[in-house]
C-alpha cells in the first residue's frame, strides 16, 4: 500500500549476503513483518517484530528496526537460489492486525 | 504442520454471477482474515473475524460478504462478479493469543470472464 515503501528489485549472487529495505509513515505501527511469495504461491510468514524492538534475529534472516527513521530492514545470510522470490514487508495499525503491505521486492538469485 | 486450507483454489466465473470461497483455519487459529491480491499487486485487506465476530472491516465491497462459522471455518460470499474481482483471494488465521501472527493459506485463484 501506500503507506509502506519498498524498493521493486533486488538482485544478488548465491552466497552473498541480500538486504531488503522498507520505509513505512504510520509511527503507530505496533508490528512489522516479512513476507516471502514464491510465484503462484501463497504468503509465508518469515519474521515479525515488535515495535519496541530493534533487531531481531533467526537463523539466516536479521532483522533492523529504525523506529526514529521508520525503517525496517531484512537480512539475509548466505542467499540461496532458493530465497528467489517477492519479499513483503508489511505493518499493522495501532489497534487491530489487518496487515497493510508494501508492494513487494522481488528478489533474485544467480548463481 | 496443518496449514490454512482454501477451497476451491481455482474459480471461474461469469460476469454477474456469485461465488462462495471458503477458509479452513490451523487448528486451535480463532480469528480468520480475508485479502484480496490483484496482478502485480500487494495483498489488499478485505475483513477478519475473531470468535465469529467480525473484527475489522477494509476495502471489501459492498457486493462481498463473510462470516465464520462456529467451527472457526469462513466463507467469503461475492456477487454481481465484475471483471476487476479477478484477483487471488486469501485466507489466513492467528492462533488463540497471538492475533499479531497471520499464517496465510494457498489462495483462491479467481476469474471472472
Known amino acids: 500500500g501506500e503507506d509502506v515503501e519498498q524498493s521493486l528489485f533486488l538482485s544478488v549472487r548465491e552466497g552473498d549476503s541480500s538486504v531488503i529495505n522498507c520505509t513505512y509513515t504510520d509511527s503507530s505501527s505496533t508490528y512489522l513483518y516479512w513476507y516471502k511469495q514464491e510465484p503462484g504461491a501463497g504468503l509465508q510468514l518469515l519474521t515479525y517484530?515488535?515495535?519496541?524492538?530493534d533487531m531481531k534475529q533467526d537463523q539466516r534472516l536479521t532483522v533492523l528496526l529504525n523506529k526514529k527513521d521508520k525503517h525496517l530492514s531484512l537480512r539475509i545470510a548466505d542467499t540461496q537460489t532458493g530465497d528467489s522470490a517477492i519479499y513483503f514487508c508489511a505493518s499493522t495499525p495501532n489497534s487491530g492486525y489487518a496487515l497493510n503491505f508494501g508492494k513487494g521486492t522481488s528478489l533474485l538469485v544467480t548463481p | 504442520a496443518a496449514g490454512v486450507i482454501q477451497s476451491p483454489r481455482h474459480l471461474i466465473k461469469e460476469k454477474r454471477e456469485t461465488a462462495t470461497l471458503k477458509c479452513y483455519p490451523i487448528?486451535?487459529?480463532?480469528?480468520v482474515y480475508w485479502y484480496q491480491q490483484g496482478p502485480g499487486q500487494d495483498p489488499q485487506f478485505l475483513i477478519s473475524?475473531?470468535?465469529?465476530?467480525?473484527?475489522d472491516k477494509g476495502s471489501i465491497p459492498d457486493r462481498f460478504s463473510a462470516q465464520q462459522f462456529s467451527d472457526y471455518h469462513s466463507e467469503l460470499n461475492m456477487s454481481s462478479l465484475e471483471l476487476g474481482d479477478s484477483a487471488l483471494y486469501f485466507c489466513a488465521s492467528s492462533p488463540l493469543g497471538r492475533p499479531y501472527e497471520q499464517y496465510f493459506g494457498p489462495g483462491t485463484r479467481l476469474t471472472v470472464t
Open positions: 473475524f475473531y470468535e465469529k465476530m467480525q473484527s
Open positions: 487448528p486451535r487459529h480463532d480469528t
Open positions: 517484530i515488535f515495535s519496541n524492538m
